[in-house]
């Protein structure tokens, strides 16, 4: 079987990098500790939804101070104080909710499949938890990966403005809207991208 890994020549053996290749190529771990800060970043993703969460059961059983809480987290404001947990405010305590969980799994694609990519190897092959998506992941499918949910976040900020559309200005509205379709937009143009420069060496 022929091998056409430079560093790996007919003997199977690999062959040691030159004192300045090394440490180019090693300094691929000062990355670790921006993953390492993604990590903690994560970890105050999860106590902020606890918190949510915990204000949203307590507004249920009809807490004024969780109520007021959440309405002051979530931006809502109406002509009408608010007394009692409605259902706009429900819905918008969950998008957010919802808008945390999105988040934290776009941190985890760019910690373990950033990591996976441009650090090293995580060694997960046969692991019963291995991501569906790492098994395949490169430089390409990553950027693809984070434009869609990139794209999933923005649809959820997007449905949390029209919601509450009345404490926002036509400006906002728009501007937010245009935004979307950028994201959407670029999005496309890159998964494009990616395909005619996949295709093009199939080709050749």
């Known amino acids: 079987m022929s091998n056409d890994d430079p560093l790996l020549p007919r003997t199977g053996k690999v062959s ?19 993953y390492l800060g993604l990590i903690v ?38 002509t009408a104080p608010v007394t009692s947990l409605n259902e706009t405010v429900i819905m918008l305590v969950v998008l957010a909710l919802i808008d945390v969980v999105m988040i934290s799994n776009l941190l985890i694609m760019v910690i373990v499949g950033g990591y996976e990519t441009f650090v090293s190897r995580m060694n997960l092959e046969g692991h019963r938890d291995q991501p569906e998506w790492l098994s395949h992941v490169n ?27 009345d404490n926002y200005t036509d400006r906002v509205l728009i ?3 245009a935004i979307h379709i950028t994201f959407l937009l670029s999005a496309m143009a890159i998964a494009a991208t990616d395909r005619l420069m996949a295709r093009a060496p199939a080709d050749h």
């Open 16 to 34: 040691p990098l030159r004192p300045l290749p090394n440490l180019i190529f090693a300094s691929r771990w000062l990355q670790l500790p921006l």
């Open 41 to 78: 970043a994560q970890a105050v993703y999860v106590l902020h939804f606890l918190v949510e969460l915990t204000h949203l059961v307590e507004a249920a059983f009809g807490s004024k101070d969780a109520l007021e809480a959440l309405v002051t987290s979530i931006g809502y404001k109406t």
């Open 139 to 165: 430089a390409s499918v990553l950027k693809v990966k984070l434009a869609t949910a990139i794209i999933g976040i923005s649809s959820i900020h997007l449905l949390k403005t029209f919601i509450n559309a």
């Open 175 to 177: 501007a937010q809207t």
